[in-house]
């Protein structure tokens, strides 16, 4: 049971180009989350989706756009990157209400 | 609103020491609550949980009470081993959302 999944483990990017995290569970979640991870900061939530076709922000969602065609991914889009972004993601679903998150080991980025 | 504080590191301990981090919450209606434990280069890995008040939730040695009297989650455990070295979070989730305190990282020492 592979459960969440991300892709890639790092990546550098230059200021203003774009790319894209993948995020992929299997375990028939409902609800996936992505988060940025900063020291001294904790877990920021950027953006969520509750099902297929569903999508809303958390507390930081500027820069970022996200998509949810399938139940299964979650993609997080970097539409131009900055030094800012510079952080450690982490991509979490979990089943119904109340039922703990399940997260994935996380993209380590770097924008210079 | 919804909101998790917990105590502040780094915390060093020697090998069999015994364990108390605090966690403290503030929430509308009934949290369920969590402790979230990373290791270097992970993801966060679900440590235990408690879905109300009074319940205890324990793994690995790991213990911590939901204590709605005091708003309070505090995680606990008798004897550290070196291989608990970690950042620990303390979390709560209410309707669609999860809320994590800013972690307290451990460090045990042989």
């Known amino acids: 049971n592979a459960g969440v999944t991300q892709t890639p483990k790092f990546q550098v990017l230059k200021t203003g180009q774009s790319m894209t995290l993948q995020c992929a569970q299997d375990?028939?979640?409902?609800?996936m989350s992505w988060y940025r991870q900063d020291p001294g900061m904790g877990l920021r939530l950027i953006h969520y989706?509750?099902?297929?076709?569903?999508?809303d922000q958390g507390e930081v969602p500027n820069g970022y756009n996200v998509s949810r065609s399938t139940t299964e991914d979650f993609p997080l889009r970097l539409l131009s990157a900055a030094p800012s972004q510079t952080s450690v993601y982490f991509c979490a679903s979990r089943s119904g209400l109340g039922s703990p998150l399940h997260f994935g080991n996380g993209t380590r980025l770097t924008v210079t | 609103g919804n909101s998790v504080t917990q105590m502040e590191g780094p915390v060093t301990l020697s090998e069999e020491a015994f364990l108390t981090i605090n966690c403290t919450y503030t929430a509308t209606g009934y949290p369920s609550l969590f402790w979230y434990v990373q290791y270097p280069g992970e993801g966060l890995q679900l440590l235990l949980k408690?879905?109300?008040?009074?319940d205890k939730g324990s793994n690995k040695g790991f213990e911590a009470t939901y204590r709605k009297e005091t708003t309070s989650f505090h995680l606990e455990k008798g004897s550290v081993q070196v291989s608990d070295s970690a950042v620990y979070f303390c979390?709560?989730?209410?309707?669609?959302?999860?809320?994590f305190g800013t972690g307290t990282s451990l460090t045990v020492i042989p």
């Open positions: 408690a879905t109300k008040a009074d």
């Open positions: 989706s509750v099902g297929a076709g569903i999508t």
């Open positions: 375990m028939n979640h409902e609800y």
């Open positions: 979390a709560l989730s209410r309707l669609d959302q999860f809320y």
